[in-house]
């Protein structure tokens, strides 16, 4: 009963917050943003930013799918390297062990890094020059995108 009353206030604290920023966004303001009850996807936040013709959203979409498609087997790596890492400590063991965990939970981290510079690129080259300059926002959105199991969700 008690978790289902801190996840009730959690929820009414979350709309509450929603509701503080001022409400909808696309209300004319010149503002690109959609609105914060608007659902919106990672997909329609680059088309939208990057100003993505149809065949380039299509593009992204595929280069972010082949991401997260390679990414996937690396979800459960993540979590049992983290895991020892955590068991390494709490068992007390030599650091040689706890650095050995260590580098293997980094060691996936780098992986996962890897395919998410390796679809930031595919999706850079295929930008035109005044997308291009916009990069720096893509490049941002791309660091963690492929650790929830759909990378077009947004806080997932």
Do not use: C
């Not at 289902?4 to 303001?29: C, E, F, I, P, T």
């Not at 608007?38 to 992204?60: P, W």
């Not at 087997?73 to 007390?92: T, Y």
Request: charged share 20%.
């Amino acid at each position: 009963m008690t978790m289902r009353l801190l996840l009730s206030v959690l929820l009414l604290a979350g709309v509450a917050a929603a509701q503080g920023r001022g409400g909808s966004r696309n209300s004319g303001g010149g503002n690109n943003m959609p609105s914060v009850q608007a659902r919106i996807n990672r997909l329609d936040m680059l088309g939208q930013f990057l100003s993505l013709s149809k065949d380039q959203k299509k593009d992204v979409k595929t280069i972010m799918d082949d991401g997260q498609k390679e990414a996937n087997p690396l979800h459960d790596q993540l979590s049992k390297a983290r895991a020892q890492v955590a068991a390494a400590i709490e068992a007390g063991k030599s650091q040689d062990e706890i650095t050995q965990a260590i580098k293997a939970y980094a060691d996936v981290q780098a992986q996962m890094a890897a395919i998410e510079m390796k679809a930031f690129a595919g999706i850079y080259k295929d930008l035109d020059s005044g997308q291009q300059q916009q990069a720096s926002r893509l490049f941002a959105l791309m660091s963690g995108v492929f650790k929830g199991k759909n990378w077009m969700e947004v806080g997932e």
